[in-house]
Every structure is written in C-alpha cells, then in structure tokens.
C-alpha cells in the first residue's frame, strides 16, 4: 500500500514537471491579446518573468521595461529583458506570483 503512494506522489511530480517544460515553450503566454512588440519582449523572458510581465505588470510598466532594454544601462552595459523586468518590479514593489505546481516538499 505504502508502495503504492510512492508511485502515486512520483507521477504526480512527473506531470508537474513536464508541465513546467510545456509553459517555457510558449511564447508569450498571457500576452496574447497584446501587441506583436509586446509578444516578443515577452518571448524573450523567463517563464517566471513573463508571467509578472503579462500578468501583473501596468501598460506603463511593460513600456518601461521595453524602454530601459533599448538604451544602455548607467555602467554602459546593455540590459537583457529579464533584467528590465527585475529592475522594473523592484521598483514596484511587484514580486512574481508563483504557481502551486510541482511537488511539495517534506
């Protein structure tokens, strides 16, 4: 029986982690109904990144990411768009709402 809820809890981890893998292929999940130069800012970011920059973030957030990407950075490094959206949401107060997928720890 106890064998049985360890094949049971194994599967279960499995589904979930294949599901993750399925969600970093999709392009720009959330942001479908937004513009095509949204869509692939989108496509460039962490599964993670992309669903507080679709999800969670303002118009006007999502335009300053996109901006801050174009231009050079104060240390004269050009910023990736994950770390737009990072420097954005810190400044923001917004923190990414993480799904209860997986498998929970004991």
């Known amino acids: 029986m106890k064998f049985n809820k360890i094949i049971v809890a194994m599967l279960g981890c499995l589904l979930g982690v294949a599901g993750l893998q399925a969600d970093s292929m999709q392009p720009a999940q959330g942001c479908s109904a937004m513009s095509p130069e949204i869509q692939r800012f989108a496509g460039e970011l962490t599964p993670l990144n992309r669903k507080m920059f679709c999800g969670q973030f303002t118009d006007g957030q999502r335009a300053s990411a996109m901006q801050m990407v174009a ?35 004991k």
């Not at 050079?72 to 994950?82: H, I, K, L, R």
């Not at 990072?86 to 923001?92: D, G, P, W």
């Open 71 to 105: 231009k050079p950075a104060e240390e004269g490094v050009v910023m990736t768009p994950d770390m737009a959206v990072s420097k954005v949401a810190e400044a923001n107060g917004i923190t990414p709402q993480k799904s209860m997928r997986g498998c929970p720890m």
